[in-house]
C-alpha cells in the first residue's frame, strides 16, 4: 500500500519541515513504482512504506539542502550545477535531490542492470530530464567531471571514493557510519549529524 501526498508530507516533516505538496505528489508517485518494482526484484531491503520515506526519502532530501548551501562553497554553486549519484541503487539521494532541485543536471550512475532498467522508468515516469549511467562510474569518458559527486550505501567505501575524486569537481557528499579516509586532495568542511539514521554520518568533503 503506498502512501498519499498528504501522509509523505507528514513524514518528511522532520527532514524537510516545509516539502510542497508537488514534491510530495511525484514521491508518492516514486514510492508506488519502487513499492511494486521491490515485490518482484530487490531494490531496497527496507519493505514499509513509511520506512522507505523516512530513510530513503527524507534523508536524501536532508542532504539536497546542504548541498550547496554549506560553506566553503556558499552560493558558488547553484542553478545549472551538476550532480553525480555514484552507485545510484534505486535512485537514493539522487532522484529525491532531483525531485527537490529540478533545476541541476543529476546523472545516476548504476552498474546493476535490473536496478538501472528501474531508474530509466523512475525518470521516465517521473518526467524528469535526469541522465541514467547504465555501467561503473569509472567506465564513463575521463574528462566528465561534475561539481558534486554523492555516495550513499556504496560497498567498499575507500574503493569507491577513489573512483568518484576524479569526478568531483568540487564536493564530495558521504553517507557513512564511520567517516573514511578521504582521497588526496579533499578535506571535510562539514560533519552533519544523521544520529536517527543507518548512516549516521554526512560528510561534506571539498577539495582543496
Not at 526519502?57 to 554549506?70: I, R, V
Not at 535512485?91 to 525531485?99: A, M, N, S, T
Not at 557528499?173 to 579516509?181: C, D, I, R
Request: net charge neutral.
Amino acid at each position: 500500500m503506498t502512501l498519499t501526498p498528504t501522509q509523505i508530507a507528514a513524514l518528511l516533516t522532520p527532514y524537510l519541515p516545509a516539502a510542497s505538496p508537488d514534491l510530495c505528489t511525484q514521491l508518492s508517485t516514486y514510492l508506488d513504482l519502487l513499492l511494486r518494482w521491490n515485490a518482484r526484484t530487490n531494490l531496497t531491503a527496507i519493505r514499509s512504506p513509511e520506512e522507505i520515506v523516512r530513510r530513503h526519502f527524507g534523508e536524501s532530501l536532508f542532504a539536497a539542502q546542504s548541498l550547496f548551501t554549506a560553506q566553503p562553497l556558499g552560493p558558488s554553486l547553484g542553478a545549472s550545477s551538476t550532480l553525480l549519484d555514484f552507485g545510484s541503487g534505486a535512485g537514493f539521494p539522487g532522484l529525491p535531490i532531483q525531485l527537490l532541485r529540478p533545476d541541476l543536471a543529476v546523472t545516476l550512475a548504476e552498474s546493476q542492470n535490473k536496478k538501472a532498467a528501474f531508474l530509466r522508468e523512475a525518470v521516465r515516469t517521473l518526467n524528469l530530464a535526469t541522465e541514467v549511467w547504465p555501467s561503473r562510474v569509472e567506465s564513463m569518458p575521463a574528462q566528465r567531471q561534475f561539481d558534486v559527486v554523492t555516495l550513499r550505501a556504496v560497498d567498499r567505501m575507500e574503493e569507491a571514493l577513489a573512483a568518484a575524486a576524479p569526478r568531483a569537481r568540487h564536493r564530495l557528499v558521504l553517507f557513512t557510519t564511520e567517516p573514511p579516509p578521504l582521497p588526496e586532495g579533499f578535506r571535510t568542511s562539514a560533519d552533519i549529524d544523521l544520529s536517527n539514521s543507518s548512516a549516521q554520518h554526512l560528510l561534506l568533503c571539498d577539495r582543496v
